[in-house]
């Protein structure tokens, strides 16, 4: 008696997982994400700390259980920022969602280098931002994304 309930509990199990697996389609397409606020936080010698938001966006029709955003940034073709979101997230079905970052950087030599990378009165910089969203999914691969843009760097007051 006690293997035929084992036996139920177990196949029940497997059901509901393989429903839960059968509920996000096998290929989904990349969200695309861009780098949508860069402010500087804090420059030194040592280096800069800068805070980063990013906006993905879900061009699919169910929603991405996100572990965590990778993402490497080259700004105005000079050094690179990378970092790593913190917390998972679900990237709603055809919605967006914005991830708030800190990083360390010594991208520059000084804040006078930095400043004299800006373009124009908006204070933009050119970047490209590539990376892998890590899903909170079981045996799925990470979606790859790359966009290029322009940013407007924040400064402290």
Request: glycine share 8%; proline share 8%.
């Amino acid at each position: 008696m006690v293997t035929r309930s084992l036996c139920i509990v177990i196949a029940a199990s497997c059901l509901g997982l393989l429903q839960a697996c059968s509920s996000v389609p096998r290929q989904l397409a990349g969200p695309q994400v861009e780098l949508v606020e860069l402010k500087l936080l804090q420059a030194s010698f040592d280096g800069q700390r800068f805070a980063l938001r990013l906006l993905l966006n879900n061009p699919n029709s169910v929603p991405i259980p996100v572990l965590f955003v990778e993402f490497d940034v080259r700004l105005a073709g000079e050094g690179l920022l990378d970092g790593r979101s913190q917390a998972p997230f679900t990237l709603p079905a055809g919605g967006s969602q914005a991830v708030d970052v800190e990083v360390f950087s010594n991208l520059v030599s000084s804040a006078s280098r930095l400043l004299s990378l800006v373009q124009g009165p908006t204070n933009t910089l050119e970047y490209e931002l590539q990376g892998e969203v890590a899903l909170n999914l079981r045996f799925r691969e990470p979606l790859s994304f790359y966009y290029r843009g322009q940013v407007p760097l924040l400064l402290p007051p």
